[in-house]
């Protein structure tokens, strides 16, 4: 009896100040992982790898059909290519309207045209646009976005 006290007292010890997870726990968890999941990153992210064979012997970008931004020296324009619209974002909020766009704004895959601003006015102004250039393109790969850089006008 002694020996079965022995052995059994302290297992039952140890199992005591196990924790036990709180009821609900599995469901929190898993609403955060789902969280995570719909980051703008996880979401640009899920879009298939770039397909070079459907864009690299483009000619005319009017036939671009995935996004297209075109950096200015303090904002950068997302353009619309369905309606020709350009709407304007902070450099910082370009990977969260690209995350919005729906699947089929990428039919290539996970690549962007990305062209700066043809008319430039002063050395500063250069400065800016490189600035907001470097910006985006550091974004665009942390996503592991593929940049099809498109010459300026």
Same mark, same amino acid.
């Given at each position: @009896? ?9 297992? @039952? ?21 789902? #969280? *995570? ?20 012997? @483009? +000619?005319? @970008? +009017?036939?671009?059909?995935? /996004?297209?931004?075109?950096?200015? +020296? ?15 974002? +902070? /450099?910082? *909020? ?7 766009? /729906? ?30 250039? &470097?910006?985006?393109? &550091?974004?665009? #790969? ?12």
């Amino acid at each position: @009896m002694r020996r079965f006290a022995a052995v059994v007292l302290p297992l @039952m010890l140890i199992s005591c100040s196990i924790p036990k997870a709180a009821p609900g726990a599995a469901e929190e968890g898993a609403a955060q992982e789902a #969280a *995570a999941q719909d980051t703008p990153s996880a979401r640009i992210q899920a879009i298939a790898d770039a397909k070079p064979d459907l864009y690299r012997s @483009m +000619k005319d @970008m +009017k036939n671009w059909r995935n /996004p297209y931004l075109i950096v200015r +020296k303090d904002a950068v324009g997302l353009l619309d290519v369905n309606n020709n619209e350009e709407r304007m974002l +902070k /450099p910082e *909020a370009v990977l969260q309207a690209l995350a919005d766009l /729906p699947s089929s704004a990428w039919p290539y895959g996970r690549v962007v045209a990305v062209q700066e601003i043809g008319i430039v006015g002063s050395e500063q102004d250069q400065v800016e646009i490189r600035r907001t250039k &470097g910006i985006v393109a &550091g974004t665009l #790969a942390e996503v592991h976005v593929v940049i099809n850089w498109v010459p300026s006008a």
